[in-house]
């Protein structure tokens, strides 16, 4: 249980939490609530509910089905189904009822109310001089949902991200969080997490930079050199129901529990890290 404690010096950032589709928008997307709930980052908004724990933390509303913080504003469709602005969902069915997707006009609203601001809101946070370190925080799929060979990709419990080999080290673009960082935190979550390790099915509980280097926040944010930017993966094996159980939006009582305990042992982790 956490108490009254001083703020963590950390900026967290939940880029995919959110699950608002604009009311304009509502109508054209053929997604059903669920499949737009398993398309965003499952309940990261309760996992990573350090908004009164640390200095600085960045959500936002939007469904990444609808904007994508995580990608480059000028990744868009046709070339890109999964970039900024999705005309395919993670599960490769289409989002929109009009062929092609947005249009130009429409992505350039949903840019300006949503991409722009979240983006300008990391620039001043890390401008607050008790930072020391930025995480962003996101949760992955148990299975990837490409295939390599004739295997589906089994994913680690925890993946941590900076742009490096898996060691951690540069494999010859900068990388956005020191090597010793990376190591202090995996093993920091190895320990804390330990007793998770059955759920890993022969994987390793921790790995760096396997199977997600980091995404654009970590990159962009973390080539400015402003403080080291780490990109967090949870597999929500660790957390989601049983697959026969239909998800909802509010996660139920005995999940709500989980996912407490869950961040409880996360802010644990965070704080000692930082210490």
């Known amino acids: 249980m956490i108490g009254a404690t001083q703020k963590l010096p950390i900026v967290i950032s939940v880029p995919h939490g959110g699950l608002m589709i604009p ?6 997307c053929l997604l059903t609530t669920e499949e737009v709930l398993l398309d965003c980052d499952t309940w990261s908004h309760e996992i990573y509910d350090f908004n009164d724990l640390v200095e600085e933390f960045i959500d936002t509303p939007i469904a990444r ?8 504003r000028y ?29 130009i006009e429409e992505i350039q609203v949903l840019m300006d109310d949503y991409y722009t601001k979240y983006h300008r809101r990391i620039d001043e946070a890390v401008k607050n001089p008790n930072v020391v370190l930025g995480i962003d925080c996101h949760t992955m799929l148990d299975v990837g949902p490409v ?8 994913r680690p419990l925890f993946c941590l991200g900076n742009r490096g080999s898996e060691t951690g080290h540069s494999k010859g673009d900068p990388i956005t969080a020191p090597v010793e960082m990376m190591e202090k935190l995996k093993r920091l979550l190895e320990e804390k997490f330990s007793d ?15 199977p997600f280097a980091g995404g654009y926040i970590t990159k962009y944010h973390g080539s400015k050199g402003n403080i080291p930017w780490i990109q967090l993966e949870i597999n929500r094996r660790m957390y989601l129901p049983e697959p026969s159980e239909k998800l909802k939006v509010i996660p139920p009582k005995k999940t709500q529990t989980k996912l407490k305990k869950f961040r409880d042992d996360l802010y644990e982790v965070l704080k000692e890290l930082v210490e």
Do not use: C, F
């Open 196 to 210: 998770y390790i059955g759920e890993a099915e022969g994987m390793p509980l921790v790995t760096l930079n396997q």
């Open 147 to 154: 295939a390599i060979g004739t295997k589906w990709e089994k």
């Open 75 to 103: 990744d868009l469709p046709p070339v890109n189904p999964d970039g900024v602005v999705k005309t395919l969902s993670v599960a490769q069915k289409p989002v929109w009822n009009t062929e092609g997707g947005l249009t």
């Open 65 to 72: 089905i609808v904007v994508d913080m995580n990608r480059d």
């Open 23 to 28: 009311t304009h928008l509502i109508k054209r």
